[in-house]
């Protein structure tokens, strides 16, 4: 069973593929594509690199009518999905999907919103996310990007729950610094709470598992159960209240 299929099932009651509560995905969301002096909406361009199943832009889409999106996934089934969703909003025809490397994707136009939430990894790490959200990114425009942080040192059932390093993450001080050392300034931030974290945490290990439990016969059914019941042992026994996320609204002088 791969990995991406592994992510779809778990994040089937929880689109949103980090541990962010529908609130704050509204909040930040309301303020990332409203007019800063005037606090209303205008028309715009928004960009996710590494969109999934597209939750970040649909939701965009169906707040602000006069919005167009472009998402970028490797997981084409993920693509498939957002399609789907799409077409059942009636938004299909201002979203473009495209099939690749978020690391490749180039435009003839920039995007007054670029996001990259939960999907650092693919440009391999914040910075170099921020460097190539920065080419795509608009005069003016702004950046809504995900990261995890150390909430505390980690010890090493953490490390090795995450399949991590030490050095891969910092805490939440020095992880702001490197982005406003980048060249941008955080104009709004929300750190995830213990209590989404926690909901997320379960709905990811609990779909995976309710999937196994209702497909038996199925040939991935005993590898989706592992998978959760393994990923619940390195969440709870590891890496909770360990590892943290912040998700940043930025813009560049």
């Known amino acids: ?71 970028v996934d490797l ?49 391999g790490g914040l910075v170099p996310t921020l460097a190539a959200a920065r080419e795509l990114l608009a005069p003016g425009g702004r950046l809504l990007v995900g990261e995890g942080f150390w909430q505390r040192e980690p010890s090493r059932a953490a490390l090795d729950g995450l399949g991590a390093t030490r050095d891969e993450l910092a805490d939440l001080a020095e992880t702001t610094d490197r982005v406003v050392a980048d060249g941008w300034t955080p104009v709004l931030g929300h750190v995830s709470t213990e209590q989404e974290w926690d909901d997320y945490e379960f709905s990811w290990t609990g779909s995976l598992a309710e999937w196994a439990l209702d497909h038996p016969g199925h040939p991935d059914a005993a590898a989706a159960r592992e998978a959760a019941d393994r990923h619940r042992t390195e969440w709870l026994h590891g890496y909770r209240g360990t590892l943290g996320f912040v998700t940043y609204l930025l813009r560049r002088d």
Do not use: N, Y
């Not at 800063?36 to 361009?45: D, P």
């Not at 978020?102 to 007054?112: N, S, W």
């Open 1 to 71: 069973m791969d990995r991406q299929q592994i992510s779809r099932l778990a994040h089937a009651h929880h689109p949103v593929a980090a541990p962010l509560a529908d609130d704050s995905v509204a909040r930040l969301l309301g303020r990332a594509t409203a007019r800063a002096e005037e606090g209303r909406a205008e028309e715009g361009r928004a960009l996710d690199l590494g969109c999934g199943e597209g939750a970040w832009l649909l939701r965009v889409l169906a707040a602000q009518p006069r919005w167009q999106a472009v998402g």
């Open 75 to 123: 997981d084409a089934a993920a693509l498939t999905r957002a399609r789907e969703t799409a077409t059942a909003l009636g938004v299909e025809r201002r979203i473009g999907l495209h099939h690749l490397d978020a690391r490749e994707f180039t435009a003839k136009e920039p995007f007054g919103l670029v996001l990259c939430v939960g999907s650092t990894h693919a440009f």
